[in-house]
């Protein structure tokens, strides 16, 4: 299994980065949040998790190992695959979604495209305590200009995910002015993460 790649970042693209390793340029999927971190011509570590199928190899990548550990466990899940899993991730932080099992909040897997009201419930009832217990929630909220600088960036990202540009702002103002979405100062996957719960809730 390749547990983790380090090397020059060549290119970045909606779905996924290409980084120079020994020479060979490896594909890796990854989030919006992820890579929203990369930068091309700069060195970056993902911890990777390998999906072998009869007709493909995928590298997913993240940029901690928790939402690696994370994105292997829900797969275990009856119906859950690589790609939903990693929805899942792009949409909650690894412990919004032991939160969101813990409590089980349906309404809240439901945010993820793809997760229906069954599958929610089922994600609830297969994953049971395995995520493990999550953080303590941190307390205070960031700055709003802290995290106002990289509105463009988290714009650019959902638009590039599908959004309407105004519909993107929209979010991104809403989770600075007062959603109760946690988000850390400069923190781009933060915003990121908070902009696509607040999508995924007005699609709902």
Known sequence: MIASVTGTVQAVRLDAAVVEVGGVGMLVQATPATLAGLRVGQRATLHTSLVVREDSLTLFGFAEADEREVFEIVQTVSGVGPRLALAMLAVHSPDGLRRAVADEDYGALQRVPGI???GAQRIVLELGDRLGAPAPAAGGRAPVAAVGDHRDQVVEALVGLGWQARTAQEAVTTVLEGSTEPV???????LLRAALRTLGGARG
Do not use: T, Y
């Open 116 to 118: 229906g009201r069954k």
């Open 184 to 190: 850390g100062a400069g923190e781009v996957a933060g």
